[in-house]
Every structure is written in structure tokens, then in C-alpha cells.
């Protein structure tokens, strides 16, 4: 394989991977203490173990082109360099849960979808065979939460609140739109589309459904930075 392409594929996995650890982190971690009650803290744990299933996967195809990533078990969620962001870092509350999984993960599953058809292919097998069913359940799970809030007026208050703190950092999610990195990707086949196409695709997904749930986003102003 041409050196770029090696290096793109491994900064692609080693993001991927840890992405998937600090995942499970933030579900024990975080998302367990603020449970409302025994089956939501079951559920994160059912997550958690889900997300290290995820590294595990991801951790053997990095072995398998000599790359170790045991050292990430080591590190505090926090001190993890890739996805350095406030949607990951900083969840505060249990409907700003809801809304990292309803609509941070589905960012993320965004860019799963994208691998079914990456050209590395030790790489998209693993998204095909079982990550991205999984990925479905979680977010499905954050828009039953917000959901469920929403259907009450106070509910729905708390949901809008924790939207429009955080609707900025999932767009963050997806990197700048000038992405040089994102374009390598494209020119290589490990993505089909670049990181603005693939946030105005996701905005095009997103906004009727917070829209039937009468949410709203608020006016971006300024280009969120680039996390991959």
C-alpha cells in the first residue's frame, strides 16, 4: 500500500478505536451515575460492554498492521486526545445524556455508515458484521429518552435547554468542512464523502425529527473545530 494510505488508514482506526473506549468510559463513568433508576443504569451498563466489544474489534485489525493500542485501556477518558470534545467530555445532566446519544451517536453512526464501503477491507467488515447494528440501538435509545421528556411541557423545557448547549458540539463531531484530512479520505475510498457533505446530510436527517418533537436549534456562529 502507498505511504499515505497506510497513514490515513491508521489514523482513521487509531480514532475509531479510541473513539469506542472513551464511549464505554462515558457510559460507567458518567452516564451511569446520572441514571434515573435501575433499568437505565442496566442499560449503560449494556452499552458499555458493547462500546469495549467495539475497541476489541477495532484493537485486532490496528494489531493486525502491527499497531498496539493496549495503552488506551491505561488513559482516563479525559486525557484521550481524538474527540477532545465538550459533547464527550461534558455531560451534565440526564436529558443531556438523551441527547448525546440521540444525537451525538448518531453522528458517529454517520460516519460507520460510511465504512460499510471502505476500501481498507479488514476495516469495514467489522462495521458491517456488528457495529453498526449496535450503534442503531444506541441511538435509538437517546431519542427514546428525549422523546419520552418531550411529551410533557417541562419536559420538553429540559430537552430544548440541553439541545441548545450541545447542538454545537455535535456538529463539532463531524470536523471542519476544509478538512484537507477528510479529502484524502474521499481520494482514497476510505470515505465517500467529505466532512461538510456529511454534516449537511445529517442536518438534512436531523432537523424534521427535532422538528416533530417541536425542537429547535439554535443559529450557529461560528465553524466548529476539527476533531479527526
Not at 93 to 111: C, D, K, P, T, Y
Not at 112 to 125: A, G, I, N, Q, R
Not at 151 to 167: F, H, K, M, T, V
Request: with cysteine; hydrophobic share 40%; glycine share 4%.
Amino acid at each position: 500500500m502507498p505511504k499515505e494510505y497506510q497513514e490515513l488508514v491508521t489514523h482513521l482506526m487509531l480514532v475509531h478505536t479510541e473513539g469506542e473506549l472513551t464511549g464505554a468510559d462515558d457510559y460507567t463513568q458518567v452516564f451511569y451515575n446520572l441514571a434515573p433508576n435501575a433499568y437505565e443504569k442496566l442499560v449503560c451498563c449494556e452499552r458499555a460492554m458493547e462500546e469495549v466489544q467495539h475497541y476489541q474489534l477495532s484493537a485486532a485489525v490496528l494489531a493486525d498492521v502491527g499497531v498496539d493500542t493496549s495503552s488506551m485501556l491505561a488513559q482516563h477518558y479525559q486525557e484521550r486526545p481524538y474527540y477532545a470534545n465538550e459533547l464527550v467530555r461534558g455531560v451534565r445532566n440526564w436529558m443531556e445524556r438523551g441527547i448525546f446519544s440521540f444525537l451525538g451517536e448518531a453522528v458517529v453512526l454517520e460516519h460507520l455508515l460510511e465504512f460499510e464501503t471502505c476500501s481498507y477491507v479488514p476495516f469495514s467488515e467489522i462495521f458491517v458484521k456488528q457495529i453498526i447494528k449496535d450503534e442503531h440501538v444506541h441511538v435509538a435509545h437517546g431519542f427514546r429518552i428525549v422523546r419520552d421528556a418531550c411529551r410533557s411541557p417541562e419536559g420538553r423545557i429540559d430537552a430544548q435547554a440541553a439541545l441548545d448547549r450541545l447542538w454545537p458540539h455535535v456538529l463539532a463531531l463531524f470536523g471542519r468542512d476544509d478538512s484537507r484530512r477528510s479529502q484524502q479520505y474521499v481520494k482514497w475510498g476510505l470515505r465517500k464523502t467529505t466532512n461538510g457533505e456529511l454534516r449537511q446530510a445529517f442536518m438534512r436527517k436531523t432537523l424534521p425529527k427535532l422538528a416533530a418533537l417541536k425542537l429547535s436549534v439554535p443559529e450557529m456562529a461560528t465553524m466548529p473545530a476539527e476533531v479527526n
